[in-house]
């Protein structure tokens, strides 16, 4: 029997799983899919908001400022990168201007520092490639950008290091109360018992809460759509940019990533399932709304496309509190943006603030919230290189040559906490298959690396877990 456990393993679950251990007690995070990481947290822009866009008074903009502020710190002790790189909102007229003069103060009123009216000619001078209508531009200096699978990854190792358990492959179908325990079955008949169970299920989370008596709310799914161009490109701007609101959203943007690539979009378009499929005519319709905002944007370095469905809810904001039906369930749900900015905030007031009252916490004498982060090889000195390969030489061996990632960082990623079981959670831990050739030239010896130190047959490594097995069987 678990003290608390938590449903999905997203950035919401994986933040408050962390917090969690830091109180004596036994935790367990389900997750339905063979990763972590593979819904919203997966997906989206890596945009560390800075504040300025939820409405005052919202659990949005609480929790938006808030976990902006907690961010770099963060970041830092689970050594993930993260760069307070600033964000420049783009207006094309008169209209635009007015606009982002009522952005600048909502900012202010959510405590948002610093925000400022730049001229054309400022803008120019820090991003030089703005489209020829920009004629002024807001910018934000605490923006920031940051990896959401790294982040949501690294919180559920350091959990993980602390005590906790994670159940992949535990789909959530049922769950019954008696007194006061739990008890949650998964599609396949698998068994978990627990007190508390905080349901951070992202898109299903209205379907989770249903199960277990809730149904005051419902989520619904927006898809983005996204293009991404390869690091050669990493330079072509420095600054998050994003177009001047609209009724209909935040429309698009152009930033770097942590990981010096180009990231174009997302569209938002409502939809009626979780399917991340692209589409033409979504990709052209970012091509075309970027293009108005940068000149000569390198369309040539173009290495994937991708989309992610945001989860909002009929609330129009975070559901973040204790079921007002059921005893014991704590909801996270319609957690869309800018929900992973708002994590780390959205766990410390979820364990302090809700679980507290519900399960008598006793600080963990023991927690140790630094993780250390991988080597990433090719960002060593030579000397360090050739030390870490005197003490393993399968760091000397290159796997992915288009990432420069070496064998001993992805048997490192198969053996640590949460451990990679699939072709896609060793790229989203190592970078191996995330290159200009996007694994056409690595995938194999991946594979075969996997299967070795997983002892398991070739046929049973899989993309995405089960159904997205790579080989059937041997030809010669
Ligand atoms: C296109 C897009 C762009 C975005 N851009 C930004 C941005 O720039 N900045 C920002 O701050 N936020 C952004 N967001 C929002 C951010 O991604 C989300 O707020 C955040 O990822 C939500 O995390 P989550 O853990 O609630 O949900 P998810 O990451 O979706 O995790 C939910 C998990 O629950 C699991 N699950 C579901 N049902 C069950 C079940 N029955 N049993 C077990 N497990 C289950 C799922 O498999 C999933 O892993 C964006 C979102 C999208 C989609």
């Given at each position: 029997m678990y003290d608390v456990v938590v449903i999905g393993g997203g950035v919401i679950g994986g933040t408050v799983l962390r917090e969690l251990t830091k109180y004596q007690g036994n935790f367990c995070l389900l997750e339905k899919?063979?990763?972590?990481?593979?819904?919203?947290s997966r997906a989206n822009s890596g945009i560390v908001h800075a504040g300025f866009d939820a409405v005052p008074g919202t659990n949005k903009a609480k929790f938006n400022v808030l976990g902006n502020k907690m961010m770099q710190s963060y970041a830092k002790e689970l050594g993930v990168k993260y760069i307070n790189n600033g964000s420049l909102v783009l207006g094309y007229d008169q209209e635009d201007r007015r606009t982002l003069l009522s952005l600048k103060e909502r900012g202010e009123k959510n405590g948002v520092p610093d925000l400022a009216i730049l001229e054309r000619e400022q803008v120019l001078e820090i991003e030089?490639?703005?489209?020829?209508?920009?004629?002024c531009a807001m910018i934000a200096p605490t923006g920031g950008i940051i990896c959401p699978y790294e982040l949501s990854i690294a919180a559920i190792g350091n959990a993980m290091d602390n005590g906790a358990h994670l159940k992949c492959n535990f789909c959530v179908d049922k769950i019954q109360k008696d007194g006061d325990v739990f008890t949650l079955t998964s599609k396949d008949g698998q068994v978990v018992q627990a007190k508390v169970i905080i349901n951070c299920a992202g898109y299903y989370s209205d379907q989770v809460s249903a199960l277990a008596g809730d149904e005051t709310f419902q989520v619904e799914g927006r898809k983005g759509e996204y293009i991404l161009l390869d690091r050669e490109s990493g330079d072509f701007v420095s600054h998050t940019l994003f177009i001047t609101p609209t009724p209909a959203g935040k429309g698009v943007l152009v930033t770097q990533t942590v990981d010096g690539n180009i990231l174009l979009g997302p569209t938002s378009v409502e939809v009626p399932t979780d399917d991340t499929s692209t589409t033409q005519e979504g990709l052209q319709s970012v091509i075309e709304k970027v293009n108005r905002m940068c000149k000569?944007?390198?369309?040539?370095?173009?290495i994937t496309s991708f989309a992610g469905v945001r989860a909002y809810c009929d609330r129009h904001d975070f559901i973040i509190e204790k079921s007002p039906k059921v005893q014991g369930l704590i909801n996270c749900a319609g957690i869309e943006s800018p929900g992973l900015t708002s994590a780390p905030a959205i766990a410390k007031y979820v364990v302090e603030q809700l679980v507290s009252t519900l399960f008598n916490l006793s600080p963990n004498a023991n927690f140790n919230g630094v993780r250390t982060p991988d080597n990433f090889f090719k960002n060593l000195s030579t000397e360090q290189k050739n030390q870490l390969i005197k003490k393993?030489?399968?760091?000397?061996?290159?796997?992915?040559r288009c990432e420069q990632v070496t064998e001993g960082e992805i048997v490192r990623a198969i053996h640590e906490n949460p451990p990679a079981r699939s072709l896609s959670a060793v790229k989203r831990r190592t970078?191996?298959?995330?290159?200009?050739?996007?694994?056409?030239?690595?995938q194999a010896t991946v594979l075969e690396i996997l299967a070795r130190e997983l002892g398991v047959s070739m046929e049973e490594i899989a993309l995405n877990g089960k159904g997205s097995e790579i080989l059937v069987g041997k030809t010669k």
């Open positions: 899919n063979d990763d972590v990481a593979m819904g919203q030089p490639n703005i489209g020829d209508e920009v004629i000569g944007v390198p369309h040539y370095n173009t393993d030489d399968r760091y000397g061996k290159i796997v992915c970078r191996a298959g995330m290159g200009r050739c996007q694994s056409g030239f690595c």
